[in-house]
């Protein structure tokens, strides 16, 4: 069990309050399933939140510590019946990392052929007119809402 200055229990706390309970403990009390999914959970999350039901607060106390020494936890807060505990998630070998990519998908541009001409981006961009322009403002566009044009 590792012990936390406050500024980290400060900063571990503001990441928990955001966080729901995964672990729930019931009047049964703590038993080697329960410790075992705090386990889970400690491995998959680092951080976690314990609902404690039915217990006074001296032996929500007692249960903490229990679970702290249990896992190699860290204890972080204890407000009325949530308990809160901090293990960090040690680092994989290098050997289990997933594989970083290799062979990325090029860009559009990139998957051209050697030698082939870039693309242009069509008549109307290289004669200059705005894609701003209203499509009945064009010529030889039709118009696009369903009124008759004004004649003058």
């Known amino acids: 069990m590792k012990l936390l200055n406050s500024a980290d229990r ?4 503001a990441r928990a ?3 729901k309970p995964v672990v729930i403990v019931s009047g049964a009390g703590l038993s080697g399933s329960v410790v075992a999914e705090i386990e889970r959970c400690l491995q998959s999350h680092e951080l976690i939140k314990i609902r404690v039901l039915e217990y006074d607060r001296r032996h929500r106390e007692d249960l903490l510590a229990q679970i702290c020494e249990g896992t190699g936890a860290s204890p972080v807060q ?3 019946k949530i308990l809160v505990v901090y293990r960090e998630k040690p680092e994989p070998p290098a050997a289990k990392r997933a594989p970083a990519l290799k062979h990325a998908r090029p860009k559009a541009a990139q998957r051209r052929k050697p ?3 870039p693309r242009s981006k069509g008549p109307r961009a290289e004669a200059g007119h705005s894609s701003s322009l209203h499509k009945a403002a ?3 566009s039709r118009p696009t809402s369903r009124r008759r044009p004004v004649v003058p």
């Open 10 to 13: 400060r900063s571990l706390r």
């Open 115 to 117: 030698g082939a001409a």
């Open 138 to 140: 064009r010529p030889g």
């Open 17 to 19: 309050h955001a966080l």
């Open 78 to 80: 204890h407000i009325g």
